[in-house]
């Protein structure tokens, strides 16, 4: 099945956003810096952070994950992939320079690191519905997963959300059913984070 149409949907909505509020959270449609740094943090219990790892940020904007991981003194060797240029555009701007770090807008070129994670790509499915986007989800998760030697991780909304903030042009997942989907397609060892402070959940998958 083709994912083009739902693909070029929400590359014009993200190259939207980085247009309008530049290289900040507002950029990637999250509300805050403590937010986005808090899903950092659930990501990246995925890897072993005491010692050196090379990673794949699945849908990485502009790259914030880099400045979270050197603030934080990791070693790493780090991929990002985003389908909008745009993104792309701002993230080589933001860390040219910095040899153990690339970007790229095609997804062919991704080699397997020993994790690979995605923040809020699975979030926005705009006019998509609930039924397609989840073969969506469900499509990218095996590519995610080749990519992660060690593991990966990814979040998404929750369906426990309160009905009265839930939007429609965005998509609320079962956690039940996406850690019972990774611990029959993945692994045995998988994770699932419900206990932080937002409206979603984080899946990590150990292989």
């Known amino acids: 099945m083709s994912f083009n149409r739902i693909l070029d949907r929400v590359r ?54 880099v400045e979270y991981m050197t603030d934080r003194g990791y070693m790493f060797q780090y991929c990002g992939f985003d389908i909008s240029e745009q993104m792309i555009a701002k993230a080589r701007e933001l860390h040219r320079g910095l040899p153990h770090c690339e970007f790229s807008t095609d997804e062919s070129l991704l080699t397997m690191a020993d994790y ?37 991780a990814f979040n998404i909304l929750t369906r426990y959300s309160d009905r009265d903030c839930m939007r429609p042009d965005l998509y609320y997942a079962d956690p039940c059913h996406l850690f019972d989907y990774c611990r029959t397609m993945f692994s045995r060892r998988v994770s699932l984070l419900h206990d932080y402070r937002l409206y979603e959940f984080t899946v990590i998958v150990r292989k």
Do not use: M
């Open 12 to 65: 014009q909505y993200y190259s939207g956003k980085i247009e309008t509020y530049g290289a900040r959270p507002r950029g990637v449609d999250w509300n805050s810096l403590e937010s986005q740094e808090l899903r950092f943090e659930q990501l990246l219990r995925v890897c072993d952070c005491t010692e050196a790892f090379s990673i794949n940020d699945y849908g990485c904007g502009y790259g914030a994950l």
């Open 116 to 152: 690979t994670v995605a923040s809020g790509l699975f979030n926005v499915k705009l006019q998509t519905s609930d039924e397609e986007w989840e073969e969506y989800v469900l499509h990218t998760l095996g590519r995610i997963a080749e990519l992660g030697e060690k593991g990966f």
